[in-house]
């Protein structure tokens, strides 16, 4: 089955004790990208990858780390969590020169 | 002013009522439109996708896109209590997102809730 797929969904810990959080797709799909949503904000791109060894900046990305050493792999990095990292986020990938976004099914973030 | 605008709702109707969801938006190079529906601790999954201008029907759903108007319409026919989710836009410029344009422009969605 085709999907994207995140690791854990659901994550607490506390102030300063780094996380990983896994992302992976079986699409074969060029772009991949990680968003955070949050009420009232709506969904916000941290960062996004065009290709492997191709990554930048996507809108909020203080407090993040990613990297794309393979394809299918996206994981995102808080070296440090804060209380405002506290979201829901969500990985994304899309095959190349397409529009179409294919979702994860999001880990939800609480850093105490 | 956000480059996308969407009433949060929430909207709630009858089983069988017509749905309308609506986004408004600034950027002109926007010229894929698309309607993701995310239900309540899940993904957003893509639900409708259009380009430029028109109409786009898929069932019970039909997306409507007025670019001189700047404005986009999710329409939803015998609405259904398996309706009920959150409905997000979403827009970008031609090229796809490895060329055009690295992301995706969303509203921040609406949320339904179609009631036996």
């Known amino acids: 089955e085709a999907q994207v797929t995140q690791n854990p969904r659901y994550l607490i810990t506390v102030t300063g004790k780094k996380l990983t959080v896994t992302c992976s797709q079986n699409?074969?799909?060029?772009?991949m990208s990680w968003y955070r949503q949050d009420p009232g904000l709506g969904l916000r791109q941290i960062y996004y990858?065009?290709?492997?060894?191709?990554?930048d900046k996507g809108d909020v990305p203080e407090g993040y780390k990613v990297s794309r050493k393979e394809k299918r792999n996206f994981p995102l990095i808080l070296e440090s969590p804060s209380p405002n990292q506290t979201s829901l986020y969500f990985c994304?990938?899309?095959?190349?020169?397409?529009?179409?976004?294919?979702f994860g099914s999001g880990t939800q973030l609480s850093v105490l | 002013q956000k480059e996308v605008e969407q009433d949060p709702g929430p909207l709630s109707v009858p089983e069988g009522a017509i749905v309308s969801l609506n986004c408004t938006y600034s950027?002109?190079?926007?010229?894929?439109f698309m309607w993701y529906r995310q239900y309540s601790r899940k993904g957003p999954e893509l639900l409708m996708y259009?380009?430029?201008?028109g109409n786009k029907e898929d069932g019970r759903f039909t997306a409507q896109v007025d670019k001189s108007s700047k404005y986009i319409s999710l329409f939803i026919r015998d609405s259904q209590p398996s309706d009920s989710a959150t409905y997000l836009c979403?827009?970008?410029?031609?090229?796809?997102?490895?060329?055009?344009?690295?992301?995706?422009?969303f509203g921040t969605g609406t949320q339904l809730k179609v009631e036996l």
């Open positions: 994304a990938s899309s095959p190349h020169a397409s529009e179409k976004l294919f």
């Open positions: 699409m074969n799909h060029e772009y």
């Open positions: 990858s065009m290709n492997v060894e191709v990554t």
């Open positions: 950027n002109s190079a926007f010229q894929y």
């Open positions: 259009t380009y430029s201008s």
């Open positions: 979403a827009m970008s410029p031609p090229g796809g997102l490895t060329g055009g344009g690295n992301k995706l422009t």
